[in-house]
């Protein structure tokens, strides 16, 4: 009576056909071969189940082996059929879900392949020869002929072969051909040899096993003889004597399958006697209840549920769609110097894969693991830029200039104030540096300042000792306090010019930048217009010009002065001095070579405004040294000051290219601040050099001439300037000497009364002939 009601399926029933109708009863069904995937499918093949677990667990294994090699870039071969193609696609689909590995080419080998056609499945894979892992899902015949391609090609070592439980760890498809499967990776459902299985068989003969109808067959082809006349292998050599014995007088192995086709009847059994105490509530044999109304629907929910031991001692169980657990040995084929040709056991898989890759064993008994990818890993500050439609592919870009790689597939821009890191892999601060003392931008204006302020001190001190000499006297010395001050502060700009900013040196900065300069051209200012006013009066009449007097020519010099530092107040009302840090300055192309500016903040156009006055009351100098060029040298200081204010406007012309046309290099901050203080070290010493190196020469190497001279009238000295402007017109052909001679006669040649009416003048005025 069970025979109507048990099926057990060895997996060579076609896998369209696991329903079986019996007088309308649908029955349950139990496979211990058959490992499709789409058998998986519950609301197709309800009442079907097995022991073995599906192709799509051995997918799922074969995928974590790839992953756990760091291969990322396969190729498939499968068999045409359902076997074949149902796991490539278990595979391919796990693929996409998981991402991390692509397929390179999915190739198929045909039922009834043609000559060549092995050969042609070879080239096609070495179109992509850095896929070089193989995943196949084809039959033994159909391995043993790919591998025995690549040999042909000279392609041995170069595939990386991982195969399906078809291979497993069978021997034929690699007999001859072990080589080019040296380091092949095989996956086999976990079994175990059952013991008590081989002493049952090795103790069948032809007497005690008559029931089993292919027992004959068996025997002829297992000890290669003949039995009797209807014997099934007509032309065999000898006769067989009945008394052979398997496994000694032939080769014996267990068949692989046995512990599943035990599993499956065992589990039939278990749903069975479930069932059976539900029905019969425990009486022995089949009571009336169950053998009149068999349910399959109720047989199936006894199968499903069975929870036992089998005969490898390992749990037999079904999940809701009636597979069995996955449960895989991992096999590698090795080829060592100390042992023969072997698949060695190097990991299991149950639901997660443990692989021992120390134990595993590449071409030559190499311990490495060999690659599979399709592009190799970007270095660190490499972004990858993915092949379209290949996203196992792709180029590597370094991200230059200031990007640092912020994914592995993106570059972004450091903060302004940063720089990628050596590596490329973050962003660092960026170096902030400032003029240094030790600096050659640095060191060489401060020689020149000290060479400056030590000369001007000297001419200090020696006007203070002199102070009531006669050159020291004509040479005006109010004013030449105010413009020895003036020069000391162009030379002492440069120690501020070049100390570490901050809020402090800032303001100091502001105040005396354009101060120095502003005390020296007020004061020649000053003095220029005094000698082109008293002149110019003297044309007109012999009364004095009012405001020549020393209070008042420090009154004009202060009030020019007072302009500046009104100025100077106002920028600090508007805009309060602080330090910055300039990144923009020296932002080279090259990250390593970026540095941030300390400096004040103090712009281009804020630095022209605050020298701006001082130039403008320069070039208005050098407007007054030009009208009063005709003034005798003998009687005043306009032709030194007028070669004065001509050198000290070539020095300014030719600063401004140079401040200006660096802007735009790296070393704008070392240039432009050395050419500002050398600029305004030349002019302080042109003023020095032209106007007071000449006096202290006289004052302390020739003081004999250090002495009163006698004065001159006002009416003279305008007499004398008269004359020589005419002489200079007419006489432009004549020699120096002549002109200055004319002129002389023609001062001698003043009526004593003209001396004696503008003697009190000259006295308030206290001309002298100066030197």
């Known amino acids: 009576g069970l025979s109507n009601v048990l099926f057990v399926d060895n997996g060579s029933l076609p896998r369209s056909l696991f329903l079986c109708k019996c007088e309308l009863l649908i029955i349950p069904q139990i496979s211990y071969a058959s490992t499709a995937p789409e058998l998986s499918d519950n609301t197709r093949y309800d009442f079907f189940s097995r022991v073995v677990p599906p192709d799509s667990y051995q997918a799922q294994a074969m995928m974590d082996i790839v992953t756990a090699m760091g291969w990322n870039y396969v190729s498939t071969l499968a068999s045409e059929g359902n076997y074949g193609e149902s796991g490539v696609e278990a595979f391919v689909q796990i693929s996409r879900e998981t991402g991390g590995v692509c397929i390179a080419q999915s190739l198929k080998i045909p039922r009834e392949p043609r000559p060549g056609e092995f050969d042609k499945i070879i080239r096609r894979l070495l179109e992509t020869s850095n896929a070089r892992a193989v995943i196949m899902f084809a039959n033994e015949d159909d391995i043993r002929r790919v591998l025995d391609a690549a040999r042909r090609n000279n392609q041995t070592g170069h595939f990386l072969w991982v195969g399906s439980d078809s291979w497993g760890s069978k021997i034929s498809p690699v007999i001859g051909q072990e080589r080019v499967a040296e380091g092949a990776i095989t996956i086999l459902p976990k079994r175990a040899s059952v013991d008590a299985f081989d002493r049952y068989f090795r103790s069948r003969s032809l007497s005690n096993n008559r029931r089993n109808v292919w027992f004959a067959e068996f025997w002829e082809e297992n000890f290669n003889c003949k039995l009797g006349m209807h014997g099934k292998r007509p032309g065999s050599p000898k006769k067989c004597t009945g008394l052979e014995k398997v496994g000694r007088d032939s080769s014996y192995e267990q068949e692989g399958k046995v512990q599943f086709v035990m599993d499956a009847v065992y589990a039939m059994a278990h749903a069975l006697h479930r069932m059976h105490r539900q029905r019969c509530h425990g009486n022995p044999g089949f009571c009336q209840d169950m053998a009149d109304n068999i349910d399959g629907k109720e047989l199936l929910s006894h199968i499903r549920a069975v929870s036992f031991n089998g005969s490898a001692n390992t749990p037999v169980v079904f999940n809701e ?5 996955g449960r895989y040995d991992i096999f590698q084929y090795q080829i060592t110097n100390r042992s023969t040709p072997e698949y060695r056991v190097i990991g299991t898989w149950t639901n997660k894969l443990y692989l021992n890759v120390d134990s595993m064993r590449w071409r030559r008994g190499d311990s490495s693991l060999p690659s599979s990818v399709c592009s190799v890993p970007c270095r660190t500050g490499e972004r990858k830029k993915v092949v ?6 792709w180029h590597c870009e370094r991200c230059e200039g200031y990007h640092y790689q912020a994914s592995e597939f993106t570059c972004e821009l450091c903060p302004y104030e940063m720089r990628p890191d050596a590596n490329r892999t973050g962003c660092v601060p960026i170096p902030i540096v400032k003029l240094e003392w030790h600096s050659p931008w640095a ?16 001419v200090v001190v020696t006007f203070v000792r ?3 000499t006669p050159i020291v006297r004509a040479s005006g010395r109010e004013m030449s306090y105010v413009l020895l001050t003036g020069i000391f502060l162009c030379y002492a700009i440069t120690f501020l010019m070049i100390a570490a900013p901050d809020v402090g040196v800032c303001s100091f900065r502001r105040i005396f930048l354009g101060l120095g300069m502003c005390f020296s051209y007020a004061a020649l200012l000053t003095k220029t217009n005094r000698i082109h006013r008293i002149f110019e009066q003297g044309k007109k009449s012999v009364t004095a010009p009012r405001f020549i007097s020393p209070a008042s020519q420090l009154a004009i010099t202060f009030s020019l002065i007072s302009v500046q530092l009104l100025g100077v107040f106002v920028w600090f009302a508007v805009d309060p001095p602080h330090t910055v840090v300039d990144y923009g300055e020296q932002r080279t192309q090259d990250p390593a070579s970026a540095r941030g500016v300390l400096k004040c903040d103090i712009s281009d156009l804020s630095l022209i405004c605050s020298l701006g006055y001082s130039i403008l009351l320069m070039v208005t100098c050098t407007v007054y040294a030009i009208k009063t060029r005709g003034v005798p040298e003998t009687f005043n200081e306009a032709k030194p000051i007028g070669f004065t204010m001509y050198t000290t406007c070539i020095v300014w012309l030719a600063f401004i290219p140079i401040f200006f046309g660096t802007s735009q290099s790296a070393e704008r901050m070392y240039i432009q601040t050395t050419t500002l203080t050398v600029s305004l070290s030349l002019s302080a010493s ?3 050099g032209l106007l007071y190196m000449p006096k202290v020469y006289v004052i302390l190497l020739h003081p004999e001439q250090n002495v ?13 300037a008269a004359m020589s402007g005419k002489l200079g017109q007419k006489g432009g052909d004549r020699p120096n000497g002549e002109v200055k001679t004319e002129l002389c006669d023609s001062m001698e040649t003043n009526s004593e009364a003209v001396r004696s009416s503008l003697i009190t003048l000259v006295n308030k005025l206290g001309f002298v002939r100066s030197f």
């Open 388 to 393: 379209k439609g290949v996203p196992c592919c």
């Open 321 to 325: 769609n009636g597979d069995a657990p």
């Open 443 to 458: 060191v060489i204006p401060v020689f020149i300042s000290m060479l400056g302020i030590v000369a001007t001190s000297f």
């Open 686 to 688: 042109v003023s020095l």
């Open 708 to 720: 009163p001279k006698r004065k001159r009238s006002f009416k003279a000295i305008v007499t004398a």
């Open 466 to 468: 002199y102070n009531d």
